[in-house]
């Protein structure tokens, strides 16, 4: 038996947790730069502002009803969310932290408490230790799960707890649920299932297993198998290796020279180094876009990106970046007012598995420059986690001015010793 713990309206949830005035009240959270919204009370659902729709089109509903808005406060939000999950592992023998605010556990050895019994008691110690309400789904497969927390969600009448185990229970589950909020099946898979006449979760499960394997191939065959109770995906307990990293940002202004340009992606670029750094990996090939605004008119847009492998797989903040450097040179071009830029490295894989290429003529110079190279990352970093992100930096990178905008932010409460609450007695 597998649960799934997802934290209810969660970066709304951490806001009202550190001001329960805004309890019962319309909340928003905004992307980075104020543009959409990514998380909404279910006040806010209930007045149409709609997941991920652009602020400024909503001003006068917002204004109205005098809807709270907030800047995204990731900061918060990733402490939060630590606290849940750890929580959550004292509760469970095994979990499988899923995304920031949803995590699987394994429920095996636990019918002697009761199921549903035990959810209950999850849900109540979560939110006694964290403040933060969640719905939990409870079924023999992953997916079923998913399906169940769905319920739980949605009908009062599970009161947060849904657990789907008896053959009719699970029929009926299915048939209310569209195909297309089966988790695994895309847009372009609903599609293609809708045209087949499949409009339901229990339409698919029923389907010919032999057409699903063909045309959905093997993660639609399992999709399947999962949801007719037959387990086939495992809870994973070591997160994979990412397979490509991206930085990026809108920009709060328009940006028009090539120097500023450089500046942000230099920037950016230098972050994803240290993401890389942190997670013991090494690149091979690097991505850089720039585009004006899609609301342009056609003769001002633009969109520039490219790709380069790297001469040799790195970490090297000043290896990316000088390449970066060369491929932001190839795409940009004048005269155009632009809004947004990112950087992607790909190709990753494992620093202590990836040896330096062999070569016929070895560089004695080259191999003691990247070994200073190394010693210099080490050191960068080393301060930055003592003394604070961005207090060490090449002279390319400017973490301040490109920060996103963010006219809304909320204290960082957990994070941040001069935003702790004070408490004072007489």
């Known amino acids: 038996m597998f649960a799934l713990v997802d934290c209810n309206n969660f970066y709304v949830s951490c806001e009202r947790v ?9 909340v928003v959270v905004l992307s980075n730069n ?5 998380a909404r009370s279910n006040e806010a659902k209930a007045l149409g502002l709609p997941m ?3 602020a400024f089109k909503f001003r006068e509903t917002l204004k109205k009803h005098q809807v709270k808005v907030f800047s995204a406060n990731f900061p918060l939000y990733g402490d939060m969310s630590s606290r849940v999950m750890e929580t959550l592992a004292n509760l469970a023998p095994e979990i499988e932290i899923y995304s920031i605010d949803e995590a699987f556990l394994d429920m095996t050895g636990f019918r002697r408490f009761g199921f549903r019994e035990y959810g209950a008691t999850i849900r109540k110690t979560v939110t006694k230790h964290t403040g933060i309400p969640v719905c939990i789904g409870m079924g023999p497969t992953k997916t079923l799960a998913k399906v169940a927390n769905q319920l739980a969600k949605k009908e009062p009448r599970y009161n ?3 657990l789907l185990s008896e053959e009719q229970e699970i029929e009926a589950a299915l048939a209310s649920l569209k195909v297309e909020d089966i988790w695994g099946i895309g847009r372009q898979w609903s599609a293609l299932l809708q045209v087949r006449g499949i409009k339901t979760a229990f339409d698919f499960s029923r389907a010919s297993s032999t057409w699903i394997r063909q045309h959905l191939h093997i993660t639609g065959a399992r999709i399947q198998e999962e949801l007719l109770g037959h387990s086939c995906l495992p809870l994973e307990q070591v997160r994979p290796p990412k397979q490509s990293i991206c930085t990026s940002r809108s920009f709060g202004r328009s940006v028009i020279g090539f120097e500023e340009l450089q500046q942000a992606v230099a920037t950016f670029t230098g972050k994803c180094a240290v993401k890389l750094r942190k997670e013991g990996s090494v690149a091979s090939t690097l991505t850089v876009f720039i585009c004006t605004s899609p609301f342009n008119e056609p003769s001002q847009k633009y969109w520039g990106t490219k790709t380069v ?13 000088r390449a970066a ?9 004048a005269g ?12 990753i894989s494992s620093a202590t598995a990836s040896a330096s290429p062999l070569s ?6 080259t191999e003691q420059t990247n070994d200073r190279r190394q010693k210099l990352m080490q050191v960068m970093d080393k301060v930055n986690r003592r003394y604070g992100t961005g207090t060490m930096h090449t002279g390319a990178e400017n973490s301040e001015a490109w920060k996103p905008q963010q006219t809304n932010l909320s204290p960082h409460y957990t994070t941040a010793w001069k935003d702790v609450i004070e408490v004072r007695g007489n």
């Not at 550190?18 to 319309?26: I, T």
């Not at 450097?325 to 071009?333: E, P």
């Open 18 to 26: 550190f001001d329960p005035s805004l309890n019962g009240r319309p």
């Open 34 to 38: 104020d543009g959409c919204f990514i």
């Open 52 to 54: 991920g729709g652009p």
């Open 160 to 162: 947060g707890v849904c």
């Open 309 to 321: 492998a790297l001469r040799q797989p790195s970490q090297d903040t000043i290896a990316i970046i």
């Open 325 to 333: 450097d060369q491929v932001l040179a190839a795409i940009f071009k």
């Open 336 to 347: 155009y007012e632009y809004k947004k830029a990112g950087v992607i490295v790909g190709g």
């Open 360 to 365: 016929l003529f070895p560089d004695e110079e």
